[in-house]
């Protein structure tokens, strides 16, 4: 069976850095402040005061929801969020 060849790639973003804050998205990341998904964390970077206390302090959620089409020569899609 040989797979189809990749005809068209097409991306999109919504939310991010320069969004508004809290507007959801596709992303758990893209949520306002008081979500529970943005409260105390248990990653490498909470050993460091100025981040332990959010996702949003280090830099989560800056690009926003990233939205991936991809067509291939045959016409079929698929995407990824």
Do not use: C
Not at 50 to 62: A, K, L
Not at 66 to 73: K, N, P, Q, S
């Amino acid at each position: 069976m040989t797979l189809p060849k990749i005809k068209h790639v097409r991306a999109w973003f919504i939310g991010g850095a320069t969004a508004e804050k809290g507007a959801g998205g596709g992303d758990y990341h893209d949520q306002g402040g008081n979500h529970w998904i943005d409260d105390h964390i248990a990653t490498p970077m909470s050993k460091y005061r100025d981040y332990e206390q959010s996702r949003q302090s280090f830099g989560i959620n800056v690009l926003g929801t990233l939205i991936v089409e991809v067509e291939a020569e045959n016409g079929q899609t698929g995407f990824a969020v």
